[in-house]
């Protein structure tokens, strides 16, 4: 067995990005960026007023002048005209500020009668004004590559008359379960069979790590089927099968597939719940055999599919993210596995993080990983834990 470092490292070692492609800015949402997104144009484009006022010479407009107004400047119809000596401009927000006027005194600072304008509030030089290329400069490199794009970065992008981005392809992934006692959502559940949770669930995770889920159905558990359905993926970017990974007889998919040419670089880690985890590659494609029992599937999912995903996707691939919590109650010492262990979270009035994992941590209880709010990381030999002790988890949503 080897460690759950040297395991995320190994996988993540052994892929890459699957390519890229240019996209419409309008469709870059949850994309990862493939190169540097480059401003063709600045913003503000010109300077501009940030409230609506009077645009004046700071010069001119001390407590109490009056000033002849002498244009109006809005956004999107600027005045063409220059603000001299003694003069002022009627100026909106987001307005071109004209020619000669370098300051903007607030329409609530002012009292106007007919064409003339009294300052009631004295002028400072640049106040109230946004400058060309404040927020980004044409030219100027404004996001780094790589990175995964949110809603803001499409506005940011966008706002620098990007129309198109180029981004990292999206990696299709199959997901097969195997096993004869497996059935689909719907479908006849009868005597000694069970409903799929792997299926849909890893769909859904592969789904939200920004790739594209391919379901291929449900391989029984012999040789002929596991062959003929893992043989879908020879298109596809990576292939995940659930169950058949441990040591049972009925246990096929190291035997069967690698007599199809699948190449194991590694099986089994010394983590609990996933231990039989198996990774490799078919046929040249990125392989990966989770366990069958779908807390320890998705648990893997958390810890490998994911920052395997990010890597191909032109990320980093780096582990999950973890935040310091304390125990609410103790724990006993760990043995020579690293394990993962189901909590919820609470925040104390003071803002620190309370860790209570679930009294029952079988990796058959779905339930128990859906209502966590994270996973307590339990390293290798750890001695007992008592109320109160520091602890990293792995946040979930």
């Not at 052994?14 to 996209?23: D, R, S």
């Not at 992008?157 to 059935?183: C, H």
């Not at 069967?256 to 699948?262: A, F, K, N, P, Q």
């Not at 620190?352 to 994992?357: D, G």
Request: aromatic share 4%; with cysteine; charged share 20%.
């Amino acid at each position: 067995m080897i460690s759950v470092s040297e395991a995320r490292a190994k996988i993540v070692g052994a892929l890459a990005p699957v390519g890229t492609e240019t996209i419409s800015v309008m469709d870059t949402l949850g994309r990862v960026l493939a190169e540097n997104a480059v401003a063709r144009i600045a913003h503000p484009t010109a300077d501009v007023s940030a409230m609506d006022g009077y645009a004046v010479r700071a010069a001119d407009a001390s407590l109490n002048a009056t000033l002849n107004v002498v244009g109006t400047s809005a956004a999107g119809h600027p005045w063409g005209g220059s603000v001299g000596p003694g003069q002022a401009a009627r100026i909106f927000t987001g307005a071109y500020v004209p020619q000669g006027a370098d300051a903007i005194v607030l329409q609530e600072d002012t009292s106007v009668a007919g064409d003339a304008v009294t300052i009631n509030e004295a002028a400072i030089r640049g106040k109230h004004i946004r400058t060309h290329g404040q927020d980004f400069k044409t030219g100027e490199t404004v996001l780094h590559a790589p990175r995964r794009i949110s809603f803001r970065d499409v506005g940011l992008m966008a706002a620098m008359n990007l129309p198109q981005v180029k981004v990292f392809k999206r990696p299709r992934i199959g997901v097969l379960s195997t096993g004869d006692e497996v059935v689909m959502p719907g479908d006849e559940v009868k005597h000694g069979q069970l409903v799929s949770a792997n299926g849909p669930g890893l769909c859904a995770f592969v789904a939200a790590q920004g790739a594209v889920p391919v379901h291929l159905g449900i391989a029984r558990d012999d040789a002929a089927s596991l062959t003929k359905m893992a043989s879908a993926a020879q298109d596809l970017d990576m292939l995940i099968t659930t169950g058949g990974v441990s040591v049972g007889d009925h246990d096929l998919v190291a035997k069967v597939l690698g007599e199809s040419g699948l190449e194991v670089n590694f099986h089994k880690i010394a983590m609990r719940p996933g231990k039989p985890l198996l990774f490799g590659h078919l046929k040249g494609t990125p392989f990966f055999g989770l366990p069958g029992n779908p807390v320890s599937a998705m648990v893997c999912a958390i810890l490998y599919v994911g920052p395997a995903l990010q890597k191909m996707q032109g990320l980093e691939g780096a582990a999950p993210a973890t935040v310091k919590a304390r125990l609410s109650v103790g724990m006993k010492a760990n043995d020579k596995r690293e394990d993962f262990v189901r909590a919820t979270l609470e925040r104390t009035e003071t803002g620190e993080l309370i860790a209570t994992p679930y009294p029952k941590q079988d990796s058959a209880m779905i339930t128990t990983l859906a209502k966590a709010d994270g996973l307590v990381i339990r390293p290798p030999f750890a001695p007992q834990a008592q109320p109160g002790d520091a602890v990293d988890v792995i946040a979930l949503g």
